[in-house]
């Protein structure tokens, strides 16, 4: 059980630096920037890891975005965006949230 606890304790504080990370870099570099692209797939990633794909597909989505503003749309970085977000997870809670919004 003891380490199961600091499994929890280490999870959270990953969380919070990739927040901090994602927040500092926003707060240097913009929004659109590579390195902004950078933390959202990287915090993507994480939050998959964990089972949290309804969080992975905000940082993904928003991967997809700023990588087609700052490479273009045929970049590699941006059709690896779309390719994610084609993933059949990431296509329902897409449709989720179109829903969502349409209600």
Same mark, same amino acid.
């Given at each position: ?8 304790? @280490?999870?959270?504080?990953? +969380?919070?630096? /990739?927040? =901090?990370?994602? $927040? ?30 309804? @969080?992975?597909?905000?940082? +993904?989505?928003? /991967?997809? =975005?700023?990588? $087609? ?35």
């Amino acid at each position: 059980m003891p380490d199961l606890v600091m499994m929890l304790i @280490k999870l959270c504080l990953i +969380f919070q630096l /990739y927040e =901090e990370a994602h $927040e500092l870099c926003t707060q240097v570099y913009g929004e659109y920037s590579v390195l902004a692209a950078r933390c959202q797939i990287n915090t993507g990633i994480h939050y998959e890891e964990c089972g949290d794909y309804t @969080k992975a597909y905000r940082y +993904f989505k928003r /991967y997809g =975005e700023v990588t $087609e503003e700052v490479f273009g749309p045929d970049h590699p970085k941006a059709v690896r965006g779309k390719n994610i977000l084609n993933e059949p997870m990431y296509k329902r809670l897409h449709t989720e949230e179109t829903n969502n919004q349409n209600s």
